[in-house]
């Protein structure tokens, strides 16, 4: 069994249609839910999260976005979670998600290349990192 971090973002939160489908797709493909809450980021939490993207252009508008209303953070759980998350989300640009995976979450949710719907681990050290920034007190061994 392996974790992943999901984040379902502000533009998702805001739309109950849209949530909703995705709530269902974790579900059918057999996800477990094993930590969930919902919040507004904190600007240093957003900080943290993305510093591997600080020197990048997009990087203020990402945290700026990020933090601009509540998210759902989730802790899911699945053999192969980091993974298979990562292709039910479909690429990371949104001209990508709608001409190469119009069926993934962010060919069919994305808004642009940083309102991407949806964001997962990509690694299992990312997932453990990630898994700190915003649930310190879950204990992942
Ligand atoms: P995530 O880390 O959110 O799961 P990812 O690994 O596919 O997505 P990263 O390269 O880690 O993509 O980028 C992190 C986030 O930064 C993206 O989800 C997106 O919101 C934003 N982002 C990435 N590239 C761009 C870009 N070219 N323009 C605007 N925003 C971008
Ligand atoms: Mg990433």
């Keep these: 069994l392996q974790l992943t971090f999901a984040i379902l973002k502000p ?7 849209a949530l909703e489908e ?9 996800f477990k839910i094993v930590r969930s809450k919902r919040k507004t980021i904190a600007m240093r939490e957003a900080e943290e999260f993305y510093a591997e993207h600080r020197d ?11 933090t601009s209303g509540p998210s759902d953070l989730l802790i899911l759980a699945k053999e192969n979670a980091i993974v298979d998350w990562r292709r039910l989300m479909g690429p990371t640009k949104a001209y990508k998600a709608l001409f190469e995976a ?5 060919g069919r949710f994305g808004l642009s290349d940083t309102r991407n719907a949806t964001h997962g ?16 007190d ?3 061994d």
């Design 22 to 30: 995705i709530r269902n797709i974790i579900l059918t493909s057999n």
């Design 102 to 106: 119009p069926d993934s979450i962010r």
């Design 56 to 66: 990048k252009f997009f990087f203020n508008r990402l945290v700026t976005f990020m």
């Design 121 to 136: 681990s990509d690694s299992e050290e990312s997932a453990r990192r990630e898994i700190g920034v915003f649930f310190p």
């Design 11 to 17: 533009h998702i939160v805001k739309h109950p249609i």
């Design 138 to 140: 879950f204990d992942i």
